[in-house]
């Protein structure tokens, strides 16, 4: 019986939302005892293969086995009972309530309606096996940093016995203690028995954690093979479809350094989440911001922009102090600051509004709250969108009818047309299919090209070595280290992000 | 398939499209009309029509207010005591012995609600308090404050007789308040629709996180449109000053659920961000049909209050199952 | 009690500080000072709206609201004035009868709000003009009959303790063990925090929703009883005046509005917190009809002080709802 080994088995399973389909016919096993990593790029539908293996959400076709037998999951309760557990990248702690009851009501243990004691016990034997034992099961879960969620979603995890273990990008915001303890446990539960589903966008941790590897790509399993079987570049052409060289624009000619910055941001401190932060943009610059997810390089952006109060230090736009900022004073002509925020659906569009109305929303009222419309902009809106090849049925359907992608160039446009001077933007091709992904790539180098300042956020490190012109690591706040030139590598960048300063030396030393 | 984009379209056309909840509310008045014409024929009088009109006037130009900031996303329920006030003080000032105040009592009335939307709008928009808490204490604070101010007794004054113009009298027998109405109509409309100001609430009832990010100034919409909301219940107000020829303690009291209901069934999204005024018109209708049909069935009150009730509940089940099935 | 849970319970504390402080000048400007008989009125008149705030209060924890709180407890009221007028069984049947009918209200009101997806706004709005209705069809005039033993047995003291400070006692130990030690009143807080989250661990938002408004409906349905034991009638005219009221408490007991913040002991301080300035009002000298000023310049205090927490939130995105 080859079925045995098999713990769930996928056929012909087919996923899509309205006009957008996530998953293709897709075919996919994995077997207890392996600890098995899914690769892909942003939207190749890691996501929603995991959300259908936890009971999320159900298939539009195809048909899920559980031990050979096919199986309808009525929730994510179902799943879970079945020993399909689900530790979510859109983390499912509810804020208000404690660690402790967080992880005891994913499966609450009762007796005459009331949960036992043992619960609360088995919650905290699961946090301190993962190393966290600092974090009280009696606080709520609004008062942890995003690090120590993600260690109480691990936690949340393991409390539910899981069969089958899916960790999506579980350790994003973690240091390399942590993410070297949660592995070994990890490892153990592999030992155990468990079948381990691994997405992470690191390729040093797939590389050292992986049995197998499968790789998706626009939704679909392109081919699942034992991990040292294909090499890095191998593995990255799988995942883009396409050598990285076509993906990107060529480099371009790297700015003097007596260019007066356009943007200057110096000793900047935010609350807790900022410290003495200083960098200068000038205008042809393309400056990347990196690190670990919430070590501070989105909140930068959103102080520059206007969003957050109690900003302390100083900004200023092509010289002159740029001081009481709000997003309203950041798009007026003379400052000409754009900004595209991190989660497209509730920060950067309004979903039920068409296409056009979403697209003029930021340029509305800029001439005054009179006159409608501005011809000259009319027509950069048009241009963009010619430029971008926005694909759409008709400009009044609803902008939620769009692919990602498509989503986010009406976005491009609706900032691009008001010709600002300087765009932020926060992780723009997060969960963007790659085509699109390489005309917003061309889009920046040609904005570049123009004399335009970007910064540019991201948690894709490709995009930073081979985007940018220089990239701050952020970590714990502030800057850690700027990397340019030929110190702007991978390596040194997820080193430089987990706060391992000692790896960056020596491959300076090497270069 | 790429189209090739020869121009955007203007403001979005797809709006103009009959609203099903519309369509649902203006089949809901034939069938009052029929009802209440076989019951009693000479309810389809035009007579009888008309004075409904002007009924429905009152509640329409009152629900103007409350569509904009339903379609914001914020509840206003200040709305019965910001009736009385204005009424009370537009005439106290139209009693004043001086003419040259007396004549000051609209003004001062349309003034006095600006404020009161003022301050409903400084606590939702600035303070960030939720509106339907906020505006209820306001309520509560203005009921007192005009108890103190009368002393609890009938409030003694003079209604302005442009007020009474415009809600008793007829202009080539068709009443003045209709023609008001008409033009409160157009008026909110092109506001609405042709209006920076339309394309703002309709895009911050949807998310404001959005619009804020997109630099506007949510704030000052927010404000805007509660001061404006306060400005249309002083209309009312005013023009219900004229109708009962007098101000009372409580006169706005019956007002508050008929005005939500008017808009909530004509389509408004209570969550903001979608709806229509022309929903609300046709939402206040119904009420008024539908309460006058009540009384012309010499229904108790119970009834009418549980027929009220459940009308609206299937309507908004109704719709809800139409939702779900497209 | 440790820095933590002061700073954590800082919303309970405040008003219940407030509390004890006005209770203290109310028996001191009392004409008849402290003595169980002034307690017991006060805290008899305090029980009638502890009640009723538990009825918002569940239906809030789920981030909803319910404006037929009134017309449930003028309903239950009118039952309550046929039903419980005779002894032993029909008695007890009596007050099943009562604290069926609110039960049953609430949960129609869930029906509509979790199945008909409706806004639980409107939603409310709607059913409470149908229960309102059905109070007045039962009973036009205020009127009706009460057994008169279990209204002095309800209304007077065990002992040197009224009887409605017992009840009170007992219906918070029974909801604060539920909302603590129960998967299910946990699930109350859950789906009030996050929605989204409380999905994707398996709590049905459905079945908790149904759930919180049919409990909120039962607390309307003690309402309406101890309303009957109080006053010995029934009357179908109450209703508005304890939807606003229940609101009111809330807030002031440091419930938030935005859902899963709060517990039964802060719904009883806000709930006697109110009764108590409006007792101390009474014995001011005001005009009886000025009083709304005072509860609505108290509810904007209680709200304008609860959302003092927004004015140190320091990432402007964080004050826009979800």
Known sequence: ?511 | MTQSIKTLPRLSLSRYAIDPAIFLVATGCIVLLVIGGIVYPSFLSPGYLLQQLQIASFLGVIAAGATLVILLGYIDLSVPSAITAVAVLTTTVGGSSNPEIAVLAIPVGLVGGALIGLINGIGVAIFRLPSMVWTLAINSMLMGALVFFTGGFKPRGVTPPLSITLALDRTLGIPNAFLFWIAVILGVSLLLRRTIYGRYVFATGNSEKAVFLSGIRVRLVTVLTFVAAGVFTAIGAILLAGYANQAYQGMGDTYLMPVITAVVIGGTSILGGCGSYAGTVVGALFITLLSSILSVLQMPEAFRQIVFGAIILTMLLMRRFDRSNR | MTFDSLRRNLRFLIPAVAFAVLFVIYINTHPRGFSTYVVTIWANQGALLVFAAFAQFFVVLVRGIDLSVGAMIALSNVVASYAIAGDGASLWFGILAVLGTGLACGFANGLVVALGRIPPIVATLATGAVYSGSALFLRPTPGGDVNSDLSDAMTYAIGPVPTSLVLIAAIVVVFAVMLRYTAFGLSLYGVGSSEHSAALTGISLIKTRIAAHALGGLCAGVAGFYISMVTLTGDAGIGPTYTLNSIAAIVLGGISLGGGIGGPFGVVVGALLLKTVAALMFFSGLPPLAQPFFEGLILALAITLGSLGLLRVRNRLKLFAQ
Request: aromatic share 6%; with cysteine.
């Open chain 1, 1 to 511: 019986m080859s079925n045995t080994s098999r713990l769930i088995e996928l056929s012909g399973i087919t996923k899509t939302y309205g006009p957008v389909t996530a998953l293709k016919n897709v075919d996919f096993s994995c077997a207890a005892g392996t600890i098995h990593a899914i690769l892909g790029e942003n939207g190749a539908g890691k996501s929603t293969l995991m959300k259908l293996l936890a009971g999320v959400i159900v298939p539009t076709a195809g048909e899920i086995r559980l031990d050979g037998n096919a199986i309808h999951f009525a929730g994510p309760r179902d799943a879970a009972d079945n020993g399909l557990v689900c530790m979510f990248q859109e983390l499912s702690l509810m804020p208000n309530l404690t660690v402790g009851n967080n992880i005891v009501l994913s499966r609450p243990q009762s007796r005459f309606g009331f949960l036992c004691r043992s619960g609360y016990q088995e919650a905290r034997a699961c946090l301190d096996r993962i190393g966290a034992g600092k974090i009280a099961l009696d606080c709520p879960v609004h008062e942890l940093t995003l690090a120590e969620r993600q260690l109480v979603e691990i936690a949340k995890a393991l409390y539910q016995k899981p069969r089958l273990l899916i960790l999506d990008e579980a350790t994003s915001a973690l240091g390399a203690d942590a993410v070297e303890k949660v592995f070994s446990v990890v490892r153990e539960l592999r030992d155990a028995g468990t079948c381990v589903l691994f997405i992470s966008h690191r390729f040093h941790e797939v590389h050292s954690l992986a049995d197998k590897i499968s790789v998706f790509r626009n939704g679909s399993h392109v081919q699942t093979f034992a991990a040292g079987a294909v090499d890095h570049d191998g593995i990255v052409a799988l995942m883009i479809g396409q050598s990285l060289e076509q993906l990107f624009p060529p480099p371009r000619k790297p700015i003097a350094e007596s260019v007066a910055p356009l943007l200057s941001v110096r000793d900047m401190s935010w609350a807790d989440e900022l410290k003495d932060v200083n960098f200068d943009v000038r205008p042809g610059e393309i400056y990347g911001l990196g690190g670990l997810e919430g070590h501070g390089q989105q909140r930068v952006l959103e102080a520059v922009f206007g969003v957050l109060r109690g900003v302390s230090g100083r900004v200023e736009i092509g010289g002159k102090p740029f001081g009481r900022r709000t997003p309203f004073r950041s798009k007026s002509e003379e400052i000409g600051i754009a900004f595209i925020p991190e989660d497209r659906k509730t920060e950067g569009m309004i979903p039920s509004m068409s296409i056009t109305d979403n697209m003029r929303l930021a340029g509305l009222g800029r001439d005054g709250l009179l006159t409608q419309d501005n011809q000259v902009r009319e027509a950069h809106y048009k241009a963009l969108l010619h430029r971008l090849d926005l694909v759409y049925g008709s400009l009044e359907d609803p902008v939620a009818s769009l692919s990602g992608g498509n989503q986010q160039k009406v976005l491009l446009s609706k900032w691009l047309a008001l010709n600002p001077r300087c765009i932020l933007l926060l992780d723009p091709t997060r969960g963007i299919d790659v085509k699109t992904k390489a005309q917003i790539y061309q889009l920046l180098s040609d904005l570049a090209e123009a004399g335009m300042a970007i910064v540019l956020q991201s948690t894709d490190y490709e995009e930073l070595v081979h985007l940018c012109d220089r990239v701050a690591v952020f970590y714990h706040g502030s800057i850690a280290r700027e990397l340019s030139g030929e110190m702007l590598t991978p390596t040194n960048l997820i080193s430089a992000a987990m706060g391992l300063s000692g790896i960056a030396h020596a491959t300076e030393a090497a270069a």
